[in-house]
Every structure is written in structure tokens, then in C-alpha cells.
């Protein structure tokens, strides 16, 4: 799963948060300084645009590896190749 960094904007420490959860109008508690922190497409904070930037490009890249993930085709099994019992062996 793809994780971001975040700079809080208050005490400048750095946490990690799920890119998949970083959209428009999440928040999140900083773990250190415990000031709630708003996510906005539309935000003038620098740290704010910077891990929203981060996220957007994450999802992006996750969504991209699922789908060449979907059109490879399946590793085929391997078969058995052993020895079959012959229909005509009598004991």
C-alpha cells in the first residue's frame, strides 16, 4: 500500500499517512504536536500542496501497476507430465 509523507504544519515534524486516504477534505491529528491538519486541493500551504501533490502521484502509480498487473495473463500451472496407467494393463 502507498504511504506519503507529511510535514506538519506547525511543529515541522514528518508522519507518514496512506496515499489513499489524502483527498480533498480529509484531516489528520500530527502524532507529535497533535494540531488537526486539513487537506484541500486548493491549499496555500506549502507542506499541504506538497503531500497532496505526493498522494495524487502515488494513487497514479498504483492504479497504473494494478492494471498492467490485470492484462499480463495468468502464469499458466504447471501440468502434470508424469507417467498416466495404461487402460489395457492387466495385473
Known amino acids: 500500500m502507498g504511504s506519503v509523507q507529511i510535514q506538519c504544519t506547525r ?5 507518514r499517512d496512506r496515499a489513499a486516504r489524502l483527498q480533498d477534505g ?7 504536536c497533535e494540531v488537526v491538519l486539513f487537506f484541500a486541493e486548493d491549499s496555500q500551504h506549502p507542506f499541504v500542496k506538497r503531500a497532496m501533490r505526493n498522494a495524487r502521484k502515488v494513487r497514479k502509480e498504483l492504479r ?3 492494471a498492467v498487473r490485470r492484462a499480463a495473463p495468468e502464469p499458466r500451472s504447471r501440468e502434470f507430465a508424469g507417467r ?3 487402460a489395457g494393463r492387466e495385473d
Open 11 to 15: 511543529c515541522k515534524n514528518v508522519f
Open 26 to 32: 480529509y484531516s489528520r491529528q500530527c502524532p507529535s
Open 64 to 66: 497504473e501497476a494494478e
Open 84 to 86: 498416466t496407467q495404461s
